[in-house]
């Protein structure tokens, strides 16, 4: 007879992988069905198929090594999706957080182990160290539910990681207690490696990846450059005497700025994560549990029971605690509990560790009852930690909804950007600004518009600026950003890129400055100063020399009266995006009243962007400025239209003054928004095109302007 049985488990790699993708692939569909958390599946689909369920798969040296990643993974993104800003307002809370979601936990926990499973106090503490610490193992439902930024979650992320690292330390201690080998030499030795370890890598990874980044922009290469850092701090961090998932923490901590949350890169890194490592590492951990025990009855369900009420009893208290202390509201207490009540491959590696122990009378000091209570009790509790952080997050999005809504200027539903391209090199740059100032939640996406000139070589430059926006829609999607394309032939550049904004009807206009001065020598080039005269909508108008991700620094000179144009709020918010995205400081330099609302807005509707007011009497102090400017700033000048209310004589110096003292700067000039349409015919009071420089102006500037001056005097 034809015997099924045996051709399990399998143990041929191409097999097992297959087996991974389906699970990884229906998982969530059937728990999507059972409303449980994917996680949770993941989980359950390890116990199904390890040789403790139905002895599907043989957990081969893959779950070792993608498991490994996978939990590099969880803490690196958990890092990356930090809000850096929120950490450091919240250090001190975050602080207090760790030390009680440690303490709690391993008192009790030591406190049961000793006198309630008779364990020895090296067991004990080993175990209390286990449950003080915990895996983020539920972060991926916060990123889902995009809650990466909520106050409660920055605490509980910040507090894991620290409480993580006391458990590490204290695991250090009771290891090297346990061998003899305790002593000041140690304790001095490890800290000065911890030290080292730390200040190293805060030194040697921005500028290597500054460094990086500004020579290469290659996604491949970007995407392996990323992960290089990441497996070289983990390793390093084993090396001196902290298990490697510090590490993975703390480069990610330290990219954080590098890799916009809204970036194609940030996108490849989340894909790959969520798609492979992550569940990979769930379904092995799911594979060490041994649910049968469950049903052997005796001191197992005793020592499961203990452990686990110990670990979710100490957790919750922490977290309800330091809630109240903080004088959070109550459903911040519950997120706080979902994401601090979960124990996975930390828990694990120090159960390993303790396996190698041995002690007098023969065994180790972590016997088989311990070994299968605390992996049964990972599963309990990655239940526990999942169904709460999904029952939280979903009634933190519910609150949301019943709050206030924002200024009209804020979620305005006009906005549709359009970006015409026409050169290779400085599209990525346009393209990634605009995805930067877009606003997610309306998920209108871009457009992306290429004009070519109806002459002989129209037909060639049709297909190179096809191929251009078939780059500009592989950057795009990268980032799952929707995008329009089109090729458009006209007779005069600046209708063209008018007539296709009023086709989409966009709000907008992003657009690369004149840089080619062998096509024009003037500031403006042929047709930019046109189509800032046709058009009376916000044009923002860059120059970026850098990836927009290696900017530390935004200065901003806005003129007097900039607050009673139309288009105020419209740049000030496009300007805040960019600074919350790029996380960095951005410093407004103008009037004291145009400031007082500057810095209303932003610390009313974008209060993690660091902000700074700087007092500038006259715009004729702009030059000053130049010296301020460093490489890696980007300058941005809010200037206007002739005949606008915030117009002033000075600005007509503006294109002389740029070229002279910012021609290396990275530079953004923004027209804001006006009432009414452009002018698209000539009239009396709006004349079709203006010139740089009038009649009477180049007579007044012409060196025969001085002769016949200095004839007069004579």
Known sequence: MFNISSYFPITDPTLIFFVVMLIILFAPIVMGKLRIPHIVGMVLAGVLVGKYGLNILVRDASFELFGRVGLYYIMFLAALEMDMEGVKRNKYRILIFGLVTFIIPFVLTAFIGLHFLDYTMAASLLLGTIMASNTLISYPIIARYGLQRKASVVLSVGSSMFSLLVALVVLAAIVAAHQGTSSGWFWLLFTVKFIVYVAAMIWLIPRLTRWFLRRYSDSVMQFIFVMAILFMSAALSDMAGVEGIFGAFLAGLILNRYIPRLSPLMNRIEFIGNAIF?????????????????????????????????????????????????????????????????????????????????????????????????????????????????????????????????????????????????????????????????????????????????????????????????????????????????????????????????????????????????????????????????????????????????????????????????????????????????????????????????????????????????????????????????????????????????????????????????????????????????SDEITFAEPKHQEEQSLWEWLRDHPWAERIKWLKRG
């Open 278 to 678: 992550i569940p990979y590492f769930l379904i092995g951990v799911g594979m060490l549990i041994n649910v049968r025990l469950l049903f052997q009855g005796g001191r197992i369900l005793w020592v499961v029971f203990w452990i686990v009420v110990a670990g979710t009893l100490g957790k919750a208290l922490a977290a309800y605690l330091s809630q109240r202390l903080f004088r959070m509201p109550l459903l911040a207490g519950h997120m706080m509990f979902g994401l601090t009540s979960a124990h996975a491959a930390g828990a694990i590696a120090m159960v390993m560790v303790g396996m190698t122990l041995p002690v007098a009378g023969g065994g180790f000091l972590v016997n088989a009852d311990m070994l299968n209570g605390v992996v049964i009790m990972i599963l309990v509790t990655c239940v526990i930690s999942s169904v709460m952080t999904d029952w939280a997050s979903r009634q933190m999005i519910l609150h949301a909804k019943e709050l206030p809504s924002e200024p009209r200027h804020r979620k305005a539903d006009d906005e549709l950007i359009l970006v015409p391209v026409k050169y290779p090199e400085y599209a990525d740059n346009l393209i990634s600004l605009a995805m930067l100032v877009r606003n997610p939640h309306l998920n209108r996406g871009l457009i992306a518009l290429n004009v070519v000139y109806d002459d002989a070589n129209m037909r060639y430059n049709q297909e190179q600026g096809e191929r251009l926006l078939e780059h500009c829609e592989k950057l795009v999607s990268a980032a799952d950003v929707p995008i329009q394309t089109q090729v458009r032939i006209a007779a005069n550049i600046a209708n063209g890129i008018k007539h296709a904004f009023n086709e989409y009807k966009a709000s907008e206009i992003i657009i690369g400055m004149h840089m080619h001065k062998e096509n024009s020598s003037t500031f403006w080039g042929d047709f930019h100063q046109s189509l800032f005269n046709g058009l009376n909508c916000q044009i923002m108008m860059a120059r970026i020399r850098q990836p927009l991700n290696t900017i530390r620094l935004i200065q901003v000179a806005v003129p007097s009266r900039a607050e009673y144009e139309p288009g105020f709020y419209r740049w000030l918010e496009r300007l805040c995006r960019l600074a919350e995205n790029l996380e960095c400081r951005i410093t407004f330099y103008g009037r004291r009243d145009t400031l007082a609302l500057i810095n209303a807005y932003v610390q009313n509707v974008h209060p993690s962007v660091r902000s700074e007011m700087t007092e500038m009497d006259h715009w004729n102090e702009l030059p000053n400025l130049a010296s301020t400017i460093a490489d890696d700033h980007l300058f941005v000048v809010i200037t206007a239209r002739k005949g606008t209310v915030s117009y002033k004589n000075a600005q007509e110096h503006l294109p002389e003054e740029l070229d002279r003292y910012f021609s290396g700067t990275n530079l953004i000039i923004i027209f804001p928004d006006q009432y009414g349409k452009g």
